[in-house]
């Protein structure tokens, strides 16, 4: 079984997460379960209900990150000396040859990727599309919405 990816940004951000979760959250709700308890009958007690779903939700979050830092490889992209090739970890500065329009995406683990903060999980069909080329080619992918058309502009790890 191969350990999955993460870069050690993604890390840092999950190991603060999970961290958050137990010393922040995890005491936040179990205070609220107590104090919804003191209130009274529990069937009818939709405070305490909301609190206990909360805990699930949050003790669920807990283990589902414990499993994966203690199981992903960290990589440190700052180390990485693959050039202006893309390989995991490398921001990549694309235009799209059919607008034009310029958007720079990070290579990352399926662990970390979060396509608002234009991190993008290796197994993507994008970055699937990425892996392998270097600046200056130009590549095509299947989005959902049709086909992409897009140039490499620069390649970098930071």
């Known amino acids: 079984m191969s350990r999955p990816p993460v870069t050690k940004a993604g890390y840092e951000r999950l190991r603060g997460e999970l961290d958050r979760l137990k010393s922040e959250d995890r005491p936040r709700i179990i205070a609220a379960i107590a104090e919804a308890r003191a ?17 699930s939700f949050i003790e669920g979050r807990i283990g589902e990150l414990e499993g994966a830092l203690s199981n992903a490889e960290v990589i440190d992209v700052t180390k990485l000396s693959a050039g202006q090739r893309v390989v995991f970890g490398a921001t990549v500065d694309l235009e799209d040859e059919d ?16 396509i608002k903060k234009r991190l993008i999980a290796v197994s993507s069909p994008i970055a699937r599309a990425l892996i392998g080329k270097s600046a200056g080619e130009s590549f095509e992918f299947t989005a959902p919405n049709g086909a992409k058309h897009y140039e490499i502009i620069g390649v970098r790890y930071v």
């Not at 607008?99 to 979060?114: K, M, N």
């Open 39 to 55: 209130h009274g009958d529990l069937k009818e007690n939709a405070e305490y209900h909301a609190a206990r779903e909360q805990q």
């Open 99 to 114: 607008s034009g329009d310029a958007v720079t995406y990070q290579i990352v683990g399926d662990l970390e990727a979060d």
